[in-house]
């Protein structure tokens, strides 16, 4: 009776891994940096990042910049990509959905691509301006597979403190 043979399970590529951890740490850099209910980590991994909360959509309705915020958050892994020259990953929040959740006057839905394309332009913006922390926060993520919310906070400081010290 022959042995079966057992097929290993493919891993990603390291330019997958690469461009998935960056995706992935630039959303939790984004949503570290708006400290607002709905963009609390709770945990970083390499399968997405886990929010203690989901947005409410009343709360998006009645507080535009929380809206923004949290819009921008859900644009920063494809602003990523756009940033690495990758491939955009799939997964994550609608941030299509959750800009048209927020609008509440008829004629807003109209500009809702514009509207987008702005709230796009200012997730790569600052992205770019921090993209230190985003290494960072992927460097780890690739090592350890998994961050918490104080960890992701501790790399986040710690890439801050470096560069400060060497632009001082």
């Keep these: ?32 940096s708006h400290p607002r209910a709905p963009l609390r980590i709770e945990r970083l991994s390499l399968h997405g990042v886990v929010y203690r909360s989901a947005p409410d959509p009343a709360a998006l ?13 859900a644009l920063a892994a494809g602003e990523a990509a756009a940033l690495s020259g990758s491939a955009p990953h799939a997964g994550g929040r609608d941030a299509r959905m959750l800009l ?23 997730a790569r913006a600052g992205l770019r ?3 230190s922390e985003v290494e960072v926060l992927a460097a780890g993520l690739r090592e350890h ?24």
């Design 129 to 131: 301006r921090a993209w």
């Design 100 to 122: 048209a959740c927020a609008l509440t006057d008829p004629d807003e839905h109209s500009t809702l691509d514009a509207y987008l394309s702005v709230l796009r332009g200012r």
């Design 145 to 168: 597979g998994e961050l918490d919310a104080a960890q992701v906070a501790h790399r986040v400081a710690c890439a801050q403190g470096i560069r400060a010290s060497l632009l001082n």
């Design 61 to 73: 309705r009645l507080n535009r910049p929380l809206a923004e915020d949290v819009v921008m958050v």
């Design 1 to 32: 009776m022959p042995i079966p043979q057992t097929q290993p399970t493919p891993s990603p590529a390291p330019q997958d891994l690469h461009a998935r951890s960056l995706q992935l740490a630039a959303e939790a850099y984004l949503a570290h």
